[in-house]
T-cell receptor, first 112, second 113 residues
Framework: QQQVKQSPQSLIVQKGGISIINCAYE??????FPWYQQFPGKGPALLIA?????SEKKEGRFTISFNKSAKQFSLHIMDSQPGDSATYFC???????????FGAGTRLFVKA | DTAVSQTPKYLVTQMGNDKSIKCEQN?????MYWYKQDSKKFLKIMFS???????INETVPNRFSPKSPDKAHLNLHINSLELGDSAVYFC????????????FGAGSRLTVL
């Protein structure tokens, strides 16, 4: 019930293409869904986050789509750039002292 | 000025030794965490402290002992190191626990030979 399942494990996209990473959760008590971006040798950093009262959130080239009934959410990176090459983690947490549960990560490589 | 700083960045040591990793945050956050990232990049929470009080203690061997002298510092001491302890250890902090953004340090890579 505490798991967050993330796919794909790795992704190769051409420059200018769309990168899509999917996540699914089980615990309906989760109410905050952040995405973290991690570059080699660095710690994860918040990229974008969504709460389940909205179905979509967009920040620049990054969009989260959220489907509450299916308990799924996804990250779309439009016009992917080589500088986007990193590991992306979806996560889920909630009020009431929940710990943040991370997905297994997706290694994205954007070919120039 | 680094928000969450960890030292050392690299640790190479022999099996059976004891080592410590220190973490400090200057964000004024009241909750701090230790996460372990294995070779497959999986991030797993180990401990969480809120205002110096332990609030999350995952199934971690007793050889790992966190200490929070104040809410800006969280250290991790590991006794009798084993090969399987080799990983990157991340310190993080947040304002409150639960549905909050985590700010991570740059990580401490521990290699046990």
């Amino acid at each position: 019930q505490q798991q967050v399942k993330q796919s794909p494990q790795s992704l190769i996209v051409q420059k200018g293409g769309i990168s899509i990473i999917n996540c699914a959760y089980e615990n309906t008590a989760f109410d905050y869904f952040p995405w973290y971006q991690q570059f080699p040798g660095k710690g994860p950093a918040l990229l974008i986050a969504i709460r389940p009262d909205v179905s979509e959130k967009k920040e620049g080239r990054f969009t989260i789509s959220f489907n509450k009934s299916a308990k799924q959410f996804s990250l779309h990176i439009m016009d992917s750039q080589p500088g986007d090459s990193a590991t992306y983690f979806c996560a889920a947490t909630g009020t009431g002292g929940f710990k943040t549960i991370f997905g297994a990560g997706t290694r994205l490589f954007v070919k120039a | 000025d680094t928000a969450v700083s960890q030292t050392p960045k690299y640790l190479v040591t022999q099996m059976g030794n004891d080592k410590s990793i220190k973490c400090e945050q200057n964000l004024g956050h009241d909750t701090m965490y230790w996460y372990k990232q294995d070779s497959k990049k999986f991030l797993k929470i180990m401990f969480s402290y809120n205002n110096k009080e332990l609030i999350i203690n995952e199934t971690v061997p007793n050889r790992f002992s966190p200490k929070s002298p104040d809410k800006a510092h969280l250290n991790l001491h590991i006794n009798s190191l084993e090969l399987g302890d080799s990983a990157v250890y991340f310190c993080a902090s947040s304002r409150g626990s639960g549905a909050n953004v985590l700010t991570f340090g740059a990580g401490s890579r521990l290699t046990v030979l």
